[in-house]
């Protein structure tokens, strides 16, 4: 018998009863096939309650999601352009974080990083406010969606949101499918 102390008193527990071993049996939930080696079928949107299942991923294929489904896909062909550009100084929100533009339209649903000394940032997606940076065609004075990022847009800085300010030592990279 082992003895089990819980809450405020204890109680007697005859061996073999209870806890301890392995799982066995079918797996549910968000899992598939049998304990004691179940397999992921699906996860949910860290944002949402949509639960996205997973479908087949070859070696060497990222992740993409299609519906609500997670399937293989290979790495996109990156724009090779962009990278390396010396931010500007920065000492309001709203303004110009380098002189360079984009360089390519961005292909259709492609996605697209930030980064500032290589660690990326969010961009707004169609809003400037809340946000570290944003692509706008118009000086600013709007911010363009990421689906909607066209060759002449330019990065604008919110130094308030990212919690500092560009300065000509910063090197920022775009990564992004063209």
Not at 34 to 58: C, D, F, Q, R, S
Not at 78 to 85: A, D, I, V
């Amino acid at each position: 018998m082992a003895r089990w102390l819980r809450g405020y008193g204890n109680a007697t527990i005859p061996r073999g009863v209870g806890g301890g071993g392995p799982p066995s049996g079918a797996a549910g939930g968000d899992l598939s096939s049998t304990y004691p080696n179940p397999n992921v079928a699906a996860v949910h949107e860290t944002g949402g309650p949509t639960k996205l299942t997973i479908g087949i991923v070859a070696d060497g294929q990222v992740l993409k999601r299609s519906g609500t489904t997670l399937v293989g896909a290979a790495l996109p062909a990156l724009s090779p352009l962009n990278k390396g550009m010396v931010a500007s100084v920065t000492v309001a929100d709203g303004v110009p974080a380098t002189a360079a533009a984009l360089v390519n339209t961005l292909a259709t649903n492609a996605w697209l990083l930030v980064l500032i000394n290589g660690i990326s940032y969010k961009v707004g997606n169609g809003v400037k406010a809340g946000v570290p940076c944003y692509f706008s065609g118009d000086g600013g004075a709007t911010a363009r969606g990421t689906g909607g990022l066209t060759a002449g847009d330019f990065l604008y800085w919110n130094g308030s949101a990212a919690g500092f300010e560009l300065d000509a030592a910063d090197q920022i990279d775009f990564v992004y499918d063209a």
